[in-house]
T-cell receptor
């Protein structure tokens, strides 16, 4: 079983600030990486997929460092609605993840007004 | 569009009772399907996955079992529940885009008393 490590937080951040999370993984064969968002008592929802060095979608930027085996998620101009737990996810065995994904325990983010 | 359903949404069961959780997918054919469990304070743990009818791979030895009687139906069962089976059970399918993105159903919250 390959592992994923995240800082559990909580990160308390004022609205409008920029916040970044890091995640380290041990499966060097991983080719796909994902960030999921999970609201309290809800299912995880895919936020971003990362296949090369990084990906950007609006206020969210994910960066991948294969040499150091870590992934980061940057949230700019944070909104109250960004408050959630952010899960770092990598393939369990194969590079793609079709045989299962390994989830980090999540980083809890609280955006304060 | 693809949708995934889980039934029931919540369940309270006594120790030693049987369990049957159902997951159905619409809008896709021959999907890879997954059962995960999220226990309190822990990350998502892959329990089973299936690449087709009658094909089940087990990730964690325990008193749970899974079956896939139809292409779009995935069932999680137990003959006798334990207290440690309490948790949030999530069914997921993988997109056919080749990007291996997994999408989750709304989950079943199980409490074993």
């Amino acid at each position: 079983r390959k592992e994923v490590e995240q800082d559990p937080g909580p990160f308390n951040v004022p609205e409008g600030a920029t916040v970044a999370f890091n995640c380290t993984y041990s499966n060097s064969a991983s080719q796909s990486f994902f960030w999921y968002r999970q609201d309290c008592r809800k299912e995880p929802k895919l936020l971003m997929s990362v296949y090369s060095s990084g990906n950007e979608d609006g206020r969210f930027t994910a960066q991948l460092n294969r040499a150091s085996q870590y992934i980061s998620l940057l949230i700019r101009d944070s909104k109250l609605s960004d408050s959630a737990t952010y899960l770092c996810v990598v393939p369990m065995y194969s590079g793609g993840g079709a045989d299962g994904l390994t989830f980090g325990k999540g980083t809890h983010l609280i955006i304060q007004p | 569009s693809q949708t995934i359903h889980q039934w029931p949404a919540t369940l309270v069961q006594p120790v030693g009772s049987p369990l049957s959780l159902e997951c159905t997918v619409e809008g896709t054919s021959n999907p890879n399907l997954y059962w995960y469990r999220q226990a309190a304070g822990r990350g998502l743990q892959l329990l089973f996955y299936s690449v087709g009818i009658g094909q089940i791979s087990s990730e964690v030895p325990q008193n749970l079992s899974a079956s896939r009687p139809q292409d779009r139906q995935f069932i999680l069962s137990s003959k006798k529940l334990l207290l440690s089976d309490s948790g949030f059970y999530l069914c997921a399918w993988i997109s056919s885009s080749g990007r291996n993105e997994q999408f989750f159903g709304p989950g079943t919250r199980l409490t074993v008393l």
